[in-house]
T-cell receptor, first 113, second 122 residues
Framework: DTGVSQNPRHKITKRGQNVTFRCDPI?????LYWYRQTLGQGPEFLTY????????KSRLLSDRFSAERPKGSFSTLEIQRTEQGDSAMYLC???????????FGSGTQLSVL | AQTVTQSQPEMSVQEAETVTLSCTYD???????LFWYKQPPSRQMILVIR??????QNATENRFSVNFQKAAKSFSLKISDSQLGDTAMYFC???????????????????FGQGTILTVHP
């Protein structure tokens, strides 16, 4: 069990640029979740995959956000035309379908200047 | 929709003493899970303890225990013999029970409270 891995740990970008984050879940976990956490707040759900299928998207996920999980393994979260309000920690988590325990990665801290 | 409320933004405790963090929630679901997660300065979310709503017995994990009051929708965390390494942000979280074989779209989705910053002083 190598844990959930997220890259990069930190990303600084200029407003209007596109950014992409990667999450590698625990290998036997078929469910993968993305959350966003702003400073001093609890994480908020963004989207969820079961294998390669994206089954739910939060209304927080605007048209500028897209997530994929090709082949049901790693996942990417892309933000197009970044805005300062996108500055946050983006957390990835994974779990087995038969277990309620979510395992979180260390997150990607995005700063939009 | 579910809501989770943590009314204590910050708490502090002396090393070796006991502290209780409060959490209340609101839901119309009858079967669900409740969790406490710890987030130290490294920002890694670590599961501390979980409770299944249909179990009346309060969960315990070493120095951590909960007081689950289903009727009152209350779920507090007690940390005994506090250690310096317990210093972190603590989040209470709710998960609807969707059934292990259910394809329910919300199953596994956590709703978090606002968090409580706990500082353990030497």
């Amino acid at each position: 069990d190598t844990g959930v891995s997220q890259n990069p740990r930190h990303k600084i970008t200029k407003r209007g640029q596109n950014v992409t984050f990667r999450c590698d879940p625990i290998s036997e976990h078929n469910r993968l979740y993305w959350y966003r956490q702003t400073l001093g707040q609890g994480p908020e759900f963004l989207t969820y995959f079961q294998n390669e299928a994206q089954l739910e998207k939060s209304r927080l996920l605007s048209d500028r956000f897209s997530a994929e999980r090709p082949k049901g393994s790693f996942s990417t979260l892309e933000i197009q035309r970044t805005e300062q309000g996108d500055s946050a920690m983006y957390l990835c988590a994974s779990k087995k379908a038969t277990n309620e325990k979510l395992f979180f990665g260390s997150g990607t801290q995005l700063s939009v200047l | 929709a579910q809501t989770v409320t943590q009314s204590q933004p910050e708490m502090s405790v002396q090393e070796a003493e006991t502290v209780t963090l409060s959490c209340t929630y609101d839901t119309s679901e009858s079967n669900y899970y409740l969790f406490w997660y710890k987030q130290p300065p490294s920002r890694q979310m670590i599961l501390v303890i979980r409770q299944e709503a249909y179990k009346q017995q309060n969960a315990t994990e070493n120095r951590f225990s909960v007081n689950f009051q289903k009727a009152a929708k209350s779920f507090s965390l007690k940390i005994s013999d506090s250690q310096l390494g317990d210093t972190a942000m603590y989040f209470c979280a709710f998960m609807k029970h969707g059934g292990h074989n259910a394809g329910g779209t919300s199953y596994g989705k956590l709703t978090f409270g606002q968090g409580t910053i706990l500082t353990v002083h030497p």
